[in-house]
């Protein structure tokens, strides 16, 4: 039986390599230098697709892909029906955060109960985060670029990833509030794990012994 593994281009994929090369297995070929969406490895019977980081959810909800890695971020927006989440690879590590503009005061908006407009591509997790704290909300989806949003008035606040803030700082905002710590994890189709598990338990096994503390 053949073994497909879902991945998106740049970090993830370049930080999965470490862990894939672990339980052996390498790619032919890269996905920068080649447009190729399927990728053959080192072994006949396991391929790597290449698709949106939004997107490793649902080929392997759907069992297109039997196990793929996606972001916390991302596992959460799309709700994880039909995947098991066996490990957190610790990989692609940065935070999710309230930013406004330097200069906009957020606590006392909270304190006064102000209603804030509030840009993000995670609105499933920003509905959670304001609705736990009692901060009343309009949530405006967006899919890129957030931080232009409090610039031209479309927003008070956004809620985006952070790594090392330099974008924050390079558009005059500022990070006011912790929304939670992301990682990537290894997600596995449930139907998958019990049909293909003599060949699917080893590698799952493998991966999980290379991950870095
Ligand atoms: P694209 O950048 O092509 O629009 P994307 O933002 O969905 O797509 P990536 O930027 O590769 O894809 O992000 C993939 C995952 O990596 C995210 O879901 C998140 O978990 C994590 N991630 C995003 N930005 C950072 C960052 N700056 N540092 C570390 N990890 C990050
Ligand atoms: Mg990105």
Known sequence: ?????????????????????AAGIEPLE???????????????????????????????????????????????????????QPVDLRIAQCRLMVATRVGFDYEAAVRQGARLRVATKYTESARQHFAK??????LIKLYGSMELAPLVGLADAIVDLVSTGSTLKANQLVAVEHVLDVSSRLVVNQAALKLK??????????IASAISC
Do not use: C, W
Not at 11 to 19: C, G
Not at 37 to 62: C, F, G, K, S
Not at 197 to 206: A, G, M, N, V
């Open 1 to 21: 039986m053949s073994i497909t593994i879902a991945l998106s281009k740049g970090r993830i994929f370049e930080e999965t390599l470490p862990l894939l090369a």
């Open 197 to 206: 598990r003599k060949q699917l338990q080893p590698l799952l096994d493998q």
């Open 133 to 138: 704290k009692g901060v009343h909300v309009d």
């Open 30 to 84: 890269s996905p920068d230098s080649s447009r190729k969406l399927i990728i053959d490895t080192n072994h006949a019977e396991i391929r790597l697709i290449i698709v949106r980081a939004t997107d490793v959810p649902t080929y392997v909800q759907y069992g297109a892909a039997d196990i793929g890695v996606a972001g916390h971020d991302v596992l959460l927006e799309h709700g994880g029906a039909g995947l098991y």
